[in-house]
Every structure is written in structure tokens, then in C-alpha cells.
């Protein structure tokens, strides 16, 4: 298939494809209508694993530089809900960790998740993107293992939850490249992982590199053509963040009326130009299948309010996701996406 030449119908096909994948069962219900010939299997989680590379402090400086630099161009969007993410970057390390050297950079492999709803006889298979659920793993556990395999230095101090652009330290680092959806590729892992960023007053190797995108992207637009809001360009590395339903999705305010219903594909976040991204041909194999949700609890989380022990007993049962403060949101984006699987 010529994927550039109708991007209009590719993208819907796409659209379609996914909203249709996340109506099957992984647990045999259903039939497979992937875009791909993948087979699904439920995932485990495996024993701690991850990826790490180290960079100088002094690098923040010169983030901060070019981060000033696409503020002042106007490429980093001014839209509202991103600016809530951002404006909470603090490029002065030694206000974190005084005497701070290396930045620790670290990825670990994350999976897409499932829920299964059940309402009126009928099963739905909802997508969760990573990034969205708790890991099993602590922070605590993941800072102690940094401490016994990297510092090795108890003497050493290591500071986590640093305010950072942690795709841009990542990409710098080598750690990771770019896609052309501007989301972060670990080998390995695609773009199914998590980063994590420590300070430590220990003088690591400096790995400091210029910004590289995956040599996979040159020539490829399935990401382009899978946006269904056209957020992702080839003339502009940076993406149009305002245009992304993730901005949207993750909060309970309405949803604009300018997103196209076809574009609901997940019950927070987005898949689409993940989902169709040749390097996340491995990861997208394996779906964590994270709790069945019975005829009762799927009405009453489509319905809202209700009985509040029930609710209680979801939010249980559901382990990671979600949380008790995301029932409005959790029920608008649950409606949505089962609108575009045809439920009645």
C-alpha cells in the first residue's frame, strides 16, 4: 500500500483498524482486525529491567538555552493545558541536589494495557497506552537498584524527580532517538518504555550528542497519515502539540468539538501514530491484560456517581488504573471509545 498517497483515507482506515482492535479479546473473544498480522498474547511483567546512559550537568544549561530559543521562534505551543505541563522545569541543578555532577538517564520497557468491559452481552477490549498505569515497580525499588549498579557509592547522594525535558536529555544521551512524532525509540523497546532522571554529585562518563532522529523515518509518513489531527508534519520536527487529543483526553473539561469522533482510540492518551510505527513492531505484540470489568461496574462507570463502595471495588480491582479523582474523565473517554466499536 501506498500509505502518502490518500493520507485523508489511510488515516481513517487506520482509525478504524485500531478502534477495531481494541474490541477484541485477548482472551480469545473476537476476531482480529489489525492493520498488521499480529498475534496478541497477555503479557507479564518480566524482572526488573532497564537501559541507562550518563551526561554532565552542564549540558542543562545549553537545554535550557535551546529550549529559550524554540519559546522565543514559537515553536513550542502555547497552548494552555501544555504550558501546565512545562512551566515546571527547574534548569538549575545545583537548586536540586547542591554539588550535583551527572544526570543518570534511565529507560524501562513499559506495555501497552487492556481492560475488559462487559455491558449489554457483549465484550470490549479498551487500550491503555504506557505511561498511564502505575508500575508494580516502586520508585523507591527502581532509585535503590541505580544506587547498587550504577553509583556503587554509598557516599554518593542521588536525587530523583528532576524537572526536566527528559525526551531531549534521552535523545542527547544516545539513550534514545527521535520518531518523527517527536516521542522518544529505545532500542529495544520502541516507544513503549518509561524515563526516569537522577542527579548525582558522582562524575559520570559524558555522553552528550547532537539530536538524532531513527533512520527508519526517513521516507515513512505511517505516522503522518495515522494522526487523525494532523498534529505530525514532515516540514516541522516539532509537533502541533495543541492539536493532540492527549492534551484533551487526559482532563474531565469538554472535549473540543474540532476532534473527530473517529479519533477515540484509547481510554486516555492516543495510540495512533505508535500503533502504526514500524519500530514498535515488537512491542506491539504483547498487551498487558489488566482487569475484566463486569455488566455492573462497565454501567455504572458509563453512568457516573452510583454506589461509591462499588466504584471503590473497581478502582481495586482495576489495581493501577484508575485513580478514584478520574471518574469523570474515566466515564466521558470509556463512552467515547465504545462509540467507536458500535456499542448501542
Known amino acids: 500500500m501506498d500509505h502518502s498517497s490518500n493520507p485523508t483515507k489511510t488515516r481513517r482506515e487506520f482509525l478504524k483498524c485500531i478502534t477495531a482492535l481494541s474490541a477484541v479479546s485477548f482472551l480469545g473473544i473476537g476476531k482480529s482486525y489489525l492493520p498488521i498480522k499480529y498475534k496478541h498474547k497477555i503479557y507479564s511483567p518480566p524482572d526488573f529491567e532497564y537501559k541507562y546512559r550518563t551526561i554532565s550537568v552542564e549540558h542543562v544549561k545549553e537545554i535550557k538555552a535551546w529550549f529559550e530559543k524554540l519559546n522565543s521562534e514559537n515553536r513550542i505551543s502555547r497552548n494552555n493545558i501544555f504550558r501546565g505541563y512545562i512551566d515546571h522545569f527547574e534548569f538549575d541543578p545545583q537548586k536540586i541536589l547542591p554539588g550535583a555532577k551527572s544526570i543518570v ?3 524501562k520497557p513499559q506495555r501497552i494495557a487492556s481492560i475488559l468491559f462487559q455491558i449489554k452481552g457483549k465484550k470490549y477490549n479498551v487500550l491503555i497506552p504506557t505511561g498511564y498505569v502505575a508500575d508494580e ?3 523507591d525499588f527502581i532509585k535503590e537498584r541505580v544506587m547498587q549498579d550504577i553509583i556503587k557509592d554509598r557516599n554518593k547522594k542521588l536525587q530523583d524527580r528532576i524537572r526536566l525535558p527528559l525526551k531531549t536529555l534521552t535523545v542527547r544521551s544516545g539513550l534514545a532517538e527521535y520518531g518523527r512524532n517527536n516521542i522518544t525509540y529505545v532500542d529495544s523497546y520502541g516507544s513503549y518504555h518509561e524515563l526516569i532522571a537522577y542527579y ?4 559520570f562518563e559524558d555522553n552528550w550528542r547532537p539530536i538524532k532522529m531513527m533512520r527508519i523515518c526517513k521516507g515513512c509518513s505511517l505516522c503522518i497519515n495515522a494522526c487523525p489531527n494532523n498534529c505530525i508534519t514532515k516540514e516541522n520536527f516539532v509537533v502541533n502539540i495543541g492539536k493532540c487529543i492527549t492534551l484533551y483526553n ?5 472535549m473540543p468539538e474540532w476532534i473527530d469522533p473517529v479519533a477515540h482510540n484509547a481510554l ?11 519500530a514498535n513492531e515488537e512491542g506491539i505484540k504483547q498487551i498487558e491484560q489488566l482487569a475484566v470489568i463486569t455488566e455492573e461496574e462497565t454501567e455504572l462507570i458509563l453512568n457516573g456517581g452510583g454506589d461509591e463502595k462499588l466504584w471503590d471495588s473497581i478502582v481495586k480491582k482495576l489495581n493501577r488504573f484508575p485513580s478514584a479523582q478520574d471518574h469523570e474523565y474515566f466515564s466521558r473517554n470509556l463512552r467515547l471509545v465504545l462509540a467507536n466499536m458500535k456499542h448501542p
Open 105 to 107: 538517564l534511565l529507560a
Open 137 to 139: 515497580v516502586s520508585a
Open 200 to 203: 548525582t554529585d558522582k562524575v
Open 250 to 254: 487526559e482532563l474531565s473539561d469538554p
Open 268 to 278: 486516555v492518551g492516543c495510540l495512533s501514530c505508535q500503533y502504526t510505527c514500524p
